[in-house]
């Protein structure tokens, strides 16, 4: 099956990037969010991403018009989802939350819609019965900055259907990913799975008083000739989406130190609206961070 009418679920700093890169790819596409607000702050951070698609890949300004002029936005869930061929699920990384709104969507998509999660680091199968279709149900992972890291990780469960696994990975092809299937359920992907213990690692040293962000940073840059260290790359990602990693963790494992991480990025950067690159200021400050000067590495 190919998609015509797709629906990004969740406009977040990912949802917003999926969203503008499949209209791109001449896909009409619905971003649904909670509220109008959220829409409107959706379409600033894509406003945004015109001059980073220009800079970065040379888009032309009528290709990046006519990307806008496939995009509309939602606030009815009923209503983004009625004309839906896929829809790729970009809510907060919580299971209670993503159960939620599958349990809602489930009731309003039509029968022929396939469900996908781009959920960093939890498994189709923690809430494949709420789709009510896990046959039409799988992963399907973005990386952030996706015009430029543009690996896309489809990952099956156990119930998926082939037919709709080869779909999706055709699907993200089509939109310019690098397609990496995955053939069984595993934590956190290939990406994440490198990735995440070296930020958690990270949130440790720094929660427990062993170094601070600029040293740990630095001490990964120079060691690996890196050139961003894991706070850094937090605030690529974003750090509600790391808060809600950490909180995940701490419940799942009732480690204290995850309960920390978790603690600290709530209250001194979630709560403060320091959420990472998107915002201006997370861990470091925008749009130029201390990584970056030319003396950070020496010394």
């Known amino acids: 099956m190919s998609y015509t009418n797709i629906l990004i679920a969740g406009s977040g700093v990912l949802g917003s ?159 310019g990913m690098v397609a990496l299937p995955l053939q069984k359920e595993q934590p956190g992907y290939i990406v994440n799975s490198l990735l995440v213990p070296l930020l958690s690692s990270a949130q440790k040293l720094l929660v427990t008083g062993v170094a601070d962000i600029e040293t740990i940073d630095k001490t990964w840059m120079v060691g690996t000739g890196a050139p961003v260290g894991p706070f850094g790359m937090l605030d690529i990602v974003g750090i509600n989406t790391a808060y809600h990693i950490a909180k995940t963790r701490a419940e799942q494992t009732g480690d204290a130190d995850y309960q920390a991480v978790a603690d600290l990025l709530k209250t001194e950067y979630v709560d403060k609206g320091k959420l990472g690159k998107a915002t201006g200021e997370g861990f470091y400050t925008y749009p130029n961070p201390s990584y970056r000067e030319p003396g950070f590495l020496r010394g």
């Open 17 to 175: 990037q999926i969203a503008f890169q499949t209209a791109l790819h001449g896909f009409s596409v619905t971003v649904y969010d909670i509220n109008d607000e959220a829409l409107e702050r959706a379409k600033g951070r894509i406003e945004k991403l015109k001059p980073r698609y220009t800079e970065d890949l040379g888009t032309s300004n009528e290709e990046l018009e006519a990307a806008w002029g496939r995009l509309t936005f939602q606030s009815d869930l009923a209503q983004a989802a009625a004309d839906a061929d896929l829809v790729i699920e970009s809510v907060p990384e919580s299971v209670p939350v993503k159960i939620e709104f599958y349990e809602k969507l489930a009731k309003v998509a039509p029968a022929h819609t396939v469900f996908a999660t781009n959920s960093s680091t939890l498994l189709p199968s923690q809430f494949v019965d709420a789709t009510g279709r896990p046959e039409k149900f799988l992963a399907l992972h973005f990386a952030n900055e996706i015009w430029k890291n543009n690996t896309s990780e489809i990952m099956r469960h156990p119930g998926t259907d082939e037919q709709v696994f080869q779909d999706v990975v055709n699907f993200a092809k089509q939109i």
